[in-house]
């Protein structure tokens, strides 16, 4: 059975960094796109960051360039957000999404259940 | 950069009854387009992929329609649990973009 499962959230003041990470099981993650997607309480979906299976190729919402890098451990089954220069638009649910293709081209067919960020001085 | 819009944004059907909810794209995604299902305090699942696709495991009751900039996600016979929120999500273009949404309420 395909499993994401999140960490690594938490409260952060504005300005510092944080990273979060999502482990994989039940499928072979070396062989899939994997993305990152938020929502803010009681909002809709924005999409954050995407990276290929070998993690050569890395697509960024704009909302996020610059700031954030996404990353993969393909041999710890694992993959990455490295936020920095955190601000208070940022507070907001991180899910995890195994896209269905290996170019991250697809859908996202497997969702974690999302760690909870909070940026608050 | 593609922006999803969802019409409408709450839609009130009874149970056993049909609902139909649309997604409009601002430029072509061909059959690029997925729709989710999010019950509250969980994630999104998927439910349709390729426009009209039904994902492994989900009802026969959920279907989608449509290409290009307009599609539809019909579901007939409304149960209990289909009262939430649904997303649809373009996968032709990068930056990927989610619609705000449809809320799905009890009339």
């Known amino acids: 059975q395909e499993q994401l499962v999140e960490s690594g959230g938490g409260v952060v003041q504005p300005g510092r960094s944080l990273r979060l990470s999502c482990a994989a099981s039940?499928?072979?993650?070396?062989?899939?796109?994997m993305h990152w997607v938020r929502q803010a309480p009681g909002k809709g979906l924005e999409w954050v960051a995407a990276?290929?299976?070998?993690?050569?190729?890395?697509y960024y919402a704009d909302s996020v360039k610059g700031r954030f890098t996404i990353s993969r451990d393909n041999s710890k089954n694992t993959l990455y957000l490295q936020m920095n220069s955190l601000r208070a638009e940022d507070t907001t649910v991180y899910y995890c999404?195994?896209?269905?293709?290996?170019?991250?081209?697809?859908?996202?067919?497997?969702w974690g259940q999302g760690t909870l960020v909070t940026v608050s001085s | 950069e593609i922006v999803m819009t969802q019409s409408p944004a709450t839609l009130s059907v009874s149970p056993g009854e049909r609902a139909t909810l649309s997604c409009r794209a601002s430029?072509?995604?061909?059959?690029?387009l997925a729709w989710y299902q999010q019950k509250p305090g969980q994630a999104p699942r998927l439910l349709i992929y390729?426009?009209?696709t039904r994902a492994t495991g989900i009802p026969a009751r959920f279907s989608g329609s449509g290409s290009g900039t307009e599609f539809t996600l019909t579901i007939s016979s409304l149960q209990s649990e289909d009262f939430v929120v649904y997303y649809c999500?373009?996968?032709?273009?990068?930056?990927?973009?989610f619609g705000q949404g449809t809320k799905l309420e009890i009339k």
């Open positions: 999404a195994k896209d269905c293709y290996y170019d991250s081209s697809g859908y996202f067919d497997c």
């Open positions: 039940g499928f072979a993650f070396s062989a899939y796109g």
């Open positions: 990276i290929s299976n070998d993690g050569n190729n890395k």
């Open positions: 430029q072509s995604v061909s059959s690029k």
């Open positions: 390729g426009a009209s």
């Open positions: 999500q373009q996968y032709s273009n990068w930056p990927r973009a």
